[in-house]
């Protein structure tokens, strides 16, 4: 069975750091490209960032320059470093594929305080 485990949300002051991890089991993530997507309260579910099987990486225009999405094929999990974090960041992120092939994990929750 594919799933998706997604950790290492929390509670950050504005400015702080986070890395989150997605982790798959059931399938191999070298095979796909991935993203982390996020939402927020009342809000849409959002791309954040891509990562390619050939590590192209794409961002929002709202993190871009702040997030960094990356990938550990042989630990089969994929990463969301986030640095200078804005309250604006706030909320439930998750990972998928680019195209949302996959049953989608809990997802982390991230808070930003002011």
């Known amino acids: 069975q594919v799933q998706l485990v997604e950790s290492g949300g929390g509670l950050v002051q504005a400015g702080g750091s986070l890395r989150l991890s997605c982790a798959a089991s059931?399938?191999?993530?070298?095979?796909?490209?991935m993203a982390w997507y996020r939402q927020a309260p009342g809000k849409q579910r959002e791309l954040v960032a891509t990562?390619?099987?050939?590590?192209?990486?794409n961002y929002a225009d709202s993190v871009k320059g702040r997030f960094t999405i990356d990938r550990d094929n042989a630990k089969n999990t994929v990463y969301l470093q986030m640095n200078s974090l804005k309250p604006e960041d706030t909320a439930v992120y998750y990972c998928?594929?680019?195209?949302?092939?996959?049953?989608w994990g809990q997802g982390t929750q991230v808070t930003v305080s002011s």
């Open positions: 998928n594929t680019n195209l949302m092939q996959l049953n």
């Open positions: 990562n390619s099987r050939g590590g192209n990486t």
């Open positions: 059931g399938l191999a993530l070298r095979f796909y490209s």
